[in-house]
């Protein structure tokens, strides 16, 4: 052991261990890279693992990224992955917090990592990953081996592994030589076994006693470092997240705060605003979305994959790159477009490739958020435009106000006929349907938040008139009465709703509880953000380092329930 | 091109979409004198399970028959079963009660008949549907525990699962189905050879190391979190299996030909596309069981609130049901009765396509027990009591098949006890509150 030199004590320390566990006694520590970053990377945990308070399953994205910051962007990742189902008014990420992997989703994820593991080790590649030669290719090698798996390990699992884990990958990776006779794809096999642990595919959330509250519980350094990455980036938590890990920097709030305010002043922020709105808006129902070919000749598949990003690329450049405040979200005029979007907006668009930025003229009917033919276009049906599904859209995903399934017995014989004479536009039949007060009852709560957006159809293309009569966009909301998209957006814009909805959607989406579990929480957030002039820098540092969002009560809480795979498809389609 | 057609070239035929009906004779030599086992390891010839749902029921009136019991009568929107007709139970009259629970539309009824719980709120399977309950039994020496798929597209078109947070997602697209049962891992059972492949020995103690992990996980784990963990050491231990089995020289299935590869195709809700995915998946499907891949499969033809789409129409097959006008002359919806039509219509395909590939004296569907329902009675109204319920396929010779039982009200769970105890699941009673009951359906047991 005297060739480790005692000016890289962490290392010496750690590499030793590797060598004890290994019943080894020398490895070639000199090809060791000499910086700070190695030497932190081959560091075990020198501390037994905390309870576990939260298992939550990376989503898709956290997974490709992830991959991408550890492995690079040349190594791709590709399959299919189970789905996290979102449960009833929740965020996928409360989902992702009760979700398990079935056996068909496993075998994905075991090929996925297997694909992965043989990108990572194929000939040119593994060079960037490897420090070291081993003895013989055709024989195991475990102190080489672990110079391979410990820092690529502490990536994967986002803490340093422990002796036994060492061990046993690097046991692994030997057995594995015997069946294959290659150092290599040992090594494959067992990056491929860390791809499919539950250690990768969750974020283990960790906890440790609570000084400060007796019997409670906190989330201890590293979940605390993963937390961050994850709602900030997006991601796997980086080199710099990790060391602060380790020095504990993050237990005190003054390095917690340190921390996420330059996590938040990075351009990365954007990674993780686009998530969190992605998740808040439904986006994964952009997936489903089917438009009718003939009522809609404009709409193709360039379009389609346009819609999610346009309004993605609003919301960021608003919120992230303008730094505005959340509430002109809904009446800015600012957009992006690209080619496939021009027909839909009628926009001649110069640039071949790429989206350029895009600014409505005052007083056009074509603003905020809602004015986006994504949102339009996601709440219509195949054929026609809906004012209920998007006057529902608003309530639930915008305002957090649940909106009521329909009876089930509820008979629609009295509905609409969208070629009718008598009832040409989508008002007039409504108000034909609403003459049961059953229905009225919902369709009083959706509908004048839909029928504003009626000069957009189904793909959410502007029109003038809808079977040839003239489409009167009066709306209401809470009290006032306006016309149209624009006046829909000022009226969503001053209402203290839209600012509480996404405040307490971004503790949700922070810490994956349930909404029903925030009590008070909610407010307080609330109140910050609107001194900090609605800024979603603001909102997410808030989230992101406020102490009862690490804080885990004493009793667990309880489990929460997933919805019904079908539900969202289920319900969507009854409303006229 | 050379007109010998061989049993192979003849089933790539059928696969690739043609609709011909080829008999493939599982050549006696592999049975043996009673045509139930195979010769070779005294095995019996396997019994498969499986599901085929459909969403949105039927009109009633137009497809229940009259006529209880044996030499059922068949109406116009069942008449297509007629060619099958005498391998097929037709299951009405019975009941979902809710307990008071609200009726969720297009939820309540699926949920119910698969798991014999009303569900309170629309938060996913409140239990294990009966299908995995199944396939513990009967699903553990194949390579794939059960197969999913959907026609219609989505990965969440499925009612398999063990609840809690637990779903088994569909397959969507044929050609990563084709991959999946038939790319890489897949051994022709009828090889004459066989050598264990190295890289999944190598593979297979490498999950060994994952699941020594399990203990140290489970030693800090609070009690919410214990069962979601369980359910990540089943799949890997399902997954050690898949390669316990791909280690193991299998037997012969002589109904077995591998089909060839399929293209990529459209995957969406326009009700021609779903017709054809529906068809080649199908065939992928009923070689799977034929090649003993699996014995447990659900297949989802379309969801519950049916998103199927006709090219030109504005509004889903759902929102027919509750929009068009009953036309007065007909007595029914013919707009969505047209989906209703197609839905029987892929039905029949499934149920010949496995009727067409031979296994000893019978066939593949004989070996088999599908059982097909839908998630309400009658669309419009979402009613749940009377959901329309079928099933194909003798099980091997342990159930009675040509006839239509009527429940007389009676729990639907019924039919989820029955079925788990045709299939051997060690159950006499099963489901819960009003749904619980011990009261098989004795005219179904052999």
């Not at chain 1, 108000?431 to 504003?452: E, F, M, R, Y």
């Not at chain 2, 749940?384 to 098949?401: E, H, Q, S, V």
Request: hydrophobic share 40%.
């Amino acid at each position: 052991m005297t060739v480790f030199v005692p000016k890289r004590p962490r290392l010496a320390r750690v590499v030793g261990a590797v060598a004890v566990i290994l019943g080894l006694a020398s490895c070639a520590v000199d090809k060791a890279p000499q910086t700070a970053t190695a030497e932190a990377s081959f560091s075990l945990l020198g501390e037994p693992l905390g309870e576990i308070v939260a298992l939550r399953r990376l989503t898709e994205d956290q997974y490709r990224n992830s991959i991408a910051d550890i492995f690079g962007p040349d190594i791709k990742v590709a399959g299919r992955f189970e789905p996290i189902v979102r449960p009833a008014h929740e965020l996928i990420s409360t989902g992702a917090a009760a979700s398990t992997i079935s056996p068909a989703g496993l075998e994905q994820f075991d090929s996925m990592g297997r694909n992965i593991a043989a990108q990572v080790m194929s000939e040119p590649n593994r060079l960037q990953f490897m420090s070291c030669v081993p003895r013989d290719a055709a024989a195991p090698d475990p102190a080489c081996a672990a110079k391979m798996l410990v820092p690529i390990g502490r990536y994967l699992f986002r803490r340093p592994l422990t002796e036994g884990e060492v061990a046993s990958y690097v046991k692994m990776a030997g057995d594995a030589v015997a069946n294959n006779g290659s150092f290599h794809g040992g090594l494959e096999l067992a990056l491929g076994a860390m791809l499919v642990s539950p250690q990768f595919l969750y974020v283990i959330e960790s906890a440790e006693p609570d000084p400060d509250h007796a019997g409670g519980l906190r989330l201890d350094s590293y979940s605390r470092a993963s937390r961050l990455s994850f709602l900030l980036w997006n991601t796997t938590p980086n080199e710099a997240l990790l060391q602060a890990a380790a020095s504990k920097r993050l237990m005190d709030d003054a390095g917690l705060a340190e921390m996420a305010q330059r996590m938040v002043q990075s351009s990365r922020l954007e990674d993780g605003v686009r998530a969190f709105f992605a998740d808040m808006l439904l986006f994964e129902k952009f997936a489903e979305m089917a438009k009718d070919q003939i009522v809609y000749p404009r709409f193709n598949p360039d379009v389609a994959a346009a819609l999610p990003e346009q309004m993605l690329r609003m919301i960021v450049d608003h919120l992230v790159t303008q730094k505005g405040d959340y509430r002109d979200l809904f009446t800015s005029r600012r957009t992006f477009i690209n080619r496939a979007l021009g027909p839909l907006y009628q926009v001649k668009v110069s640039a071949s490739q790429g989206w350029v930025p895009y600014e409505f003229a005052p007083g056009d009917e074509r603003s905020g958020l809602l004015g986006q033919a994504g949102f339009l276009a996601l709440y219509s049906h195949s054929g026609r435009s809906s004012p209920t599904l998007r006057g529902r859209a608003i309530r639930e995903l915008l305002l957090c106000q649940p909106v009521p399934n329909p009876p089930g017995n509820v008979n629609f014989t009295a509905v609409q006929d969208v070629n009718s004479k008598l009832m040409p536009t989508a008002r007039m039949r409504l108000d034909a349907h609403n003459s049961d007060p059953v229905c009225a009852a919902c369709h009083k709560i959706t509908d004048p938040l839909g029928l504003p957006l009626e000069k957009f159809d189904g793909i959410g293309a502007s029109r003038p008139n809808e079977n040839g009569a003239l489409i009167n966009t009066y709306g209401m909301f809470e009290g006032a009465d306006f016309l149209g998209n624009v006046g829909l957006g000022k009226a969503m814009a001053s209402s203290p709703s839209t600012t509480e909805c996404v405040a307490g959607r971004a503790f949700q989406y922070a810490t994956g509880r349930a909404p029903d579990e925030e009590g008070s929480t909610t407010t307080a957030i609330e109140q910050n953000f609107a001194t900090q002039g609605y800024r979603i820098q603001a909102l997410f540092l808030r989230v992101a380092t406020m102490p009862e969002a690490y804080r885990i009560a004493p009793t667990p809480p309880k489990e929460s329930v997933v919805a019904m795979a079908a539900r969202n498809s289920s319900t969507m389609g009854l409303y006229p | 091109m050379s007109l010998i057609l061989d049993r192979r070239t003849a089933l790539r035929g059928a696969v690739q979409g043609m609709a011909v009906a080829i008999g493939l004779p599982l050549l006696d030599i592999f049975l043996d004198g009673n045509g139930q086992a195979m010769a070779a390891t005294g095995a019996p010839v396997p019994v498969r399970f499986g599901t085929w749902f459909w969403g949105l029921g039927v009109n009633p009136p137009r497809w229940f028959p009259n006529k209880i019991g044996a030499d059922y009568d068949l109406k116009e929107e069942l008449s297509p079963i007629a060619p099958l007709k005498h391998k097929i139970n037709i299951l009405g009259d019975f009941s979902l009660p809710l307990d008071g629970k609200p009726n969720l539309p297009h939820t309540s009824g699926g949920v119910g008949i698969r798991t014999g719980m009303a569900i309170a709120s629309d938060r996913g399977l409140p239990a294990p549907s009966f299908d995995v309950l199944i396939g513990d039994v009967i699903g553990t020496r194949t390579r794939f525990r059960s197969l999913e798929v959907s026609a219609t597209g989505d990965p969440r078109n499925s009612l398999s699962g063990r609840g809690n947070g637990n779903l088994n997602p569909a397959e969507v697209s044929p050609a990563a189905l084709y991959a999946r049962i038939f790319g890489t891992g897949f051994r022709d059972p009828n090889s004459a050879t066989f050598t264990p492949d190295p890289a999944v020995l190598a593979r297979r103690s490498v999950l060994s190391g994952v699941n020594e992990q399990r203990q140290a996980l489970e030693a800090r784990l609070g009690a919410s979190d214990r069962q979601r963990l369980d359910q990540y050491f089943t799949s890997l231990r399902q997954l050690e299996k898949q390669l316990d089995v791909e280690l193991t020289k299998p037997d012969p299935m002589l109904g077995c030909v591998v089909p060839g590869t399929v293209p990529d195709r459209p995957i969406n809700a326009e009700i021609e596309n779903v017709m054809e995915n529906h068809k080649i998946m199908t065939d992928l499907l009923v070689m799977a069981l034929a090649c003993d891949n699996t014995r447990v499969f659900n297949m989802n033809f379309n969801n519950g609130a049916s998103s199927l789409t006709r090219i030109g129409s504005t509004i889903t097959h759902h929102q027919l049901t509750h929009e068009e006008v009953l036309d007065n002359r007909l007595g029914y919806q013919p707009e969505a009765t047209f989906f209703v039509n197609k839905c029987m219509e892929a039905w029949v395909y499934f149920i010949q396509a496995m009727d067409a590939v031979k296994e000893g004296d019978g066939t593949l569907l004989d070996n088999s027990l599908v059982f097909a329902h839908s998630e309400t009675e009658f669309a419009k109204f979402h009613t749940i009591d009377n959901i329309p319920m079928m099933t194909a396929g003798a099980a091997g010779g342990r159930l009675r098949t040509g006839l239509h039982v009527a429940g007389g009200g009676t729990p639907v769970s019924r039919v989820g006890l029955t079925l788990q105890q045709i299939m051997g699941v060690p159950v006499d009673r099963w489901g819960a509150e009003s749904l619980e009951t011990n009261m098989p359906i004795r005219e179904l047991l052999v």
